[in-house]
């Protein structure tokens, strides 16, 4: 990865995507964070295969 900011996610926040006093609700929030992650996963090389269960990246 290079030095300039990498942008992992961009989206939109609906609605329906936040609470009565319009904060965005923790669902929401998690499942967009989630995506941001594999983003840059990805920038970083690291790819699902690579996270499986037999590759042993993610063993402690």
């Known amino acids: 990865m290079d030095n300039e900011s990498a942008v992992t996610y961009r989206g939109a926040v609906y609605p329906w995507h936040c609470d009565h006093v319009g904060h965005m609700n923790v669902m929401w ?3 967009k ?5 594999w983003n840059l996963f990805l920038r970083m090389g690291i790819t699902p295969p690579t996270c499986g269960p037999t590759s042993g990246a993610w063993r402690r």
């Open 29 to 31: 929030y998690v499942g």
């Open 33 to 37: 964070f989630d995506e941001a992650t």
